[in-house]
């Protein structure tokens, strides 16, 4: 078998891109290739050692993780030198892989990725790689305020928010504090966008009277509401108030034209676009199959320089949903089930090298679970005071409180279990009832024991090779597998040096 690495570098102060070619023997792609007549230099020594996970260690849910692993080039020569004043972080990384004398159009992908640096000894080149989700690890918001208002005109603030982040929205929110952007003509920013609807604005907590939305926000600094009231301008995520406020001003909000634009799936496609990823590499049929598990409106709003990864984390675990590129460089989603259908790939004692059995990490000491509470309908501002008395009571209630629960329990699991656990999960969903439905999935995905394998085996690089997420049968005559088990793939590291990788199932 022949490796094939191809790595992008920017060579100059201009950004200006060359890629780079290496092979762990020489080889040279044909004259009618893509590219043609491309040289690989025979440097390899380690192809590839990837380790990548959906989640943290041994868990289903939670925080998404950038894989990680290393690519060795020889450099005894000192013939890859010329490579150190280059810049490799973020550029594009692709491993490939193919039989001795084979097309060039016939090696296979196994991993398209990105970079860190390299670093160098006497000896090697490593390549730091990372995969494609790295692109998605920084800021999701890089419009900052100018703060330079000429008041009482502008709507860029002045030197107190000066380079803080404008406010995004995705969704359906409640009880908001947007972001006061003119002092003189009381105008706050909701979103650095459109949006769809403003539900209310509040004073300490009491309904203000909408008057009338306008097209711009120049027409909005041009025209004062009546007494008492507010306008907006829908189109640039701006509202307008005509006296100073008596205490803190909120509001609802909804962005997205219809309900069908604020679900996970395409809130998800939406902050991955904004956050760097091209719209070639969205899998469409992942955006639609995950609409149809779980269509529910959520929402996020905002304000600080949170990473792309941590705000698609808290839409995603909302419905138990995951996100992140698979080894071709595919952005892909789905949810998180138990494994079910045909397996991907049959794991057995011909090609198992070592297992483990390890608890799961999703509950407490990886015990079934009896309850679940799923927290919906976040409050952004939780107000315990400083409200108007004409605030109902039930309307205090619902403001003292972060957010509102639903819940799903089958106390008959503690018969089996006697300490089965809770589950809390925060989800940003809007409605009870679809976080009474999330509850009651959750319970059912963890209130069944589940097993947890470390499974070491041989690849065969003639088949398609793993990747997380995929079903794998386990069968062995042991554990209790003798009849096989289905398991999902939550984690993999690949050493391509040695043809191993270590699978973390789930099941």
């Not at 439905?437 to 090779?465: C, H, N, P």
């Amino acid at each position: 078998m022949i490796y094939l690495v191809e790595i992008t570098a920017a060579i100059d102060a201009a950004g200006t891109t060359e890629v780079f070619r290496y092979s762990s023997q020489n080889f040279t792609t044909g004259p009618s290739d893509t590219p043609p007549n491309a040289y690989y230099d025979a440097r390899i020594v380690n192809p590839a050692s990837i380790s990548r996970n959906m989640f943290s260690n041994g868990t289903t849910s939670g925080a998404s993780r950038v894989g990680y692993g290393a690519v060795e080039l020889s450099n005894v020569d000192g013939g890859l030198d010329y490579l150190l004043p280059y810049s490799f972080d973020g550029r594009s990384l692709v491993i490939k892989i193919g039989t001795e004398g084979a097309a060039f159009s016939t090696f296979t992908t196994i991993l398209n990725g990105t970079m860190e640096q390299v670093e160098f000894t006497f000896a090697k080149a490593t390549i730091l790689v990372r995969d494609k989700l790295a692109i998605l690890d920084k800021p999701l918001q890089t419009t900052l305020y100018a703060g330079n208002n000429s008041l009482p005109a502008g709507v860029e603030g002045v030197a107190d928010i000066a380079k803080k982040p404008k406010p995004l929205l995705f969704g359906q929110v409640f009880n908001i504090q947007p972001i006061m952007v003119n002092s003189s003509k009381l105008i706050y920013q909701i979103n650095d966008g459109a949006i769809a609807a403003i539900g209310n604005v509040y004073d300490r907590g009491v309904a203000l009277v909408f008057e009338a939305d306008v097209a711009t926000n120049a027409l909005l600094q041009a025209t004062a509401p009546s007494a008492g009231k507010y306008r907006t301008c829908l189109a640039e995520g701006f509202i307008r108030l005509t006296t100073v406020p008596s205490g803190l001003i909120t509001c609802d909000a909804t962005q997205g034209a219809a309900a069908g634009n604020r679900t996970v799936a395409q809130i998800l496609k939406a902050i991955a676009l904004k956050g760097g990823v091209s719209a070639g590499d969205i899998v469409a049929g992942d955006v639609t199959a995950l609409d149809t598990l779980n269509s529910a409106v959520v929402g996020v709003w905002l304000e600080s320089t949170e990473t792309s990864i941590n705000v698609m984390d808290q839409i995603a675990i909302s419905i138990g949903a995951y996100y992140g590129f698979d080894a071709t460089g595919l952005f892909g989603m789905g949810r998180f089930d138990a494994p079910t259908g045909a397996a991907n790939i049959e794991i057995y004692a011909g090609n198992i090298l070592s297992i483990e059995h390890n608890r799961t990490n999703d509950t407490d000491k990886g015990i079934a679970a009896y309850r679940v509470k799923v927290n919906y309908q976040k409050n952004y501002t939780v107000q315990y005071s400083d409200l108007a008395g004409a605030v109902a009571d039930d309307r205090r209630n619902v403001l003292a409180q972060p957010s509102l629960t639903a819940s799903s329990e089958d106390t008959a699991i503690k018969n089996q279990y006697s300490l089965a656990v809770e589950i809390t999960r925060d989800a940003l969903l809007i409605t009870q009832a679809s976080a009474a439905t999330e509850a009651a999935r959750v319970l059912a995905l963890y209130k069944a024991r589940r097993d947890l394998y470390t499974v070491r085996i041989a690849l065969d690089l003639s088949e398609t090779l793993p990747d997380l997420v995929n079903v794998a049968n386990l069968t062995l005559n042991r554990f209790g597998l003798n009849g096989g088990k289905l398991f999902k793939i939550i984690g993999i590291e690949s050493d391509y040096s040695t043809n191993r990788a270590t699978l973390t199932l789930w099941g």
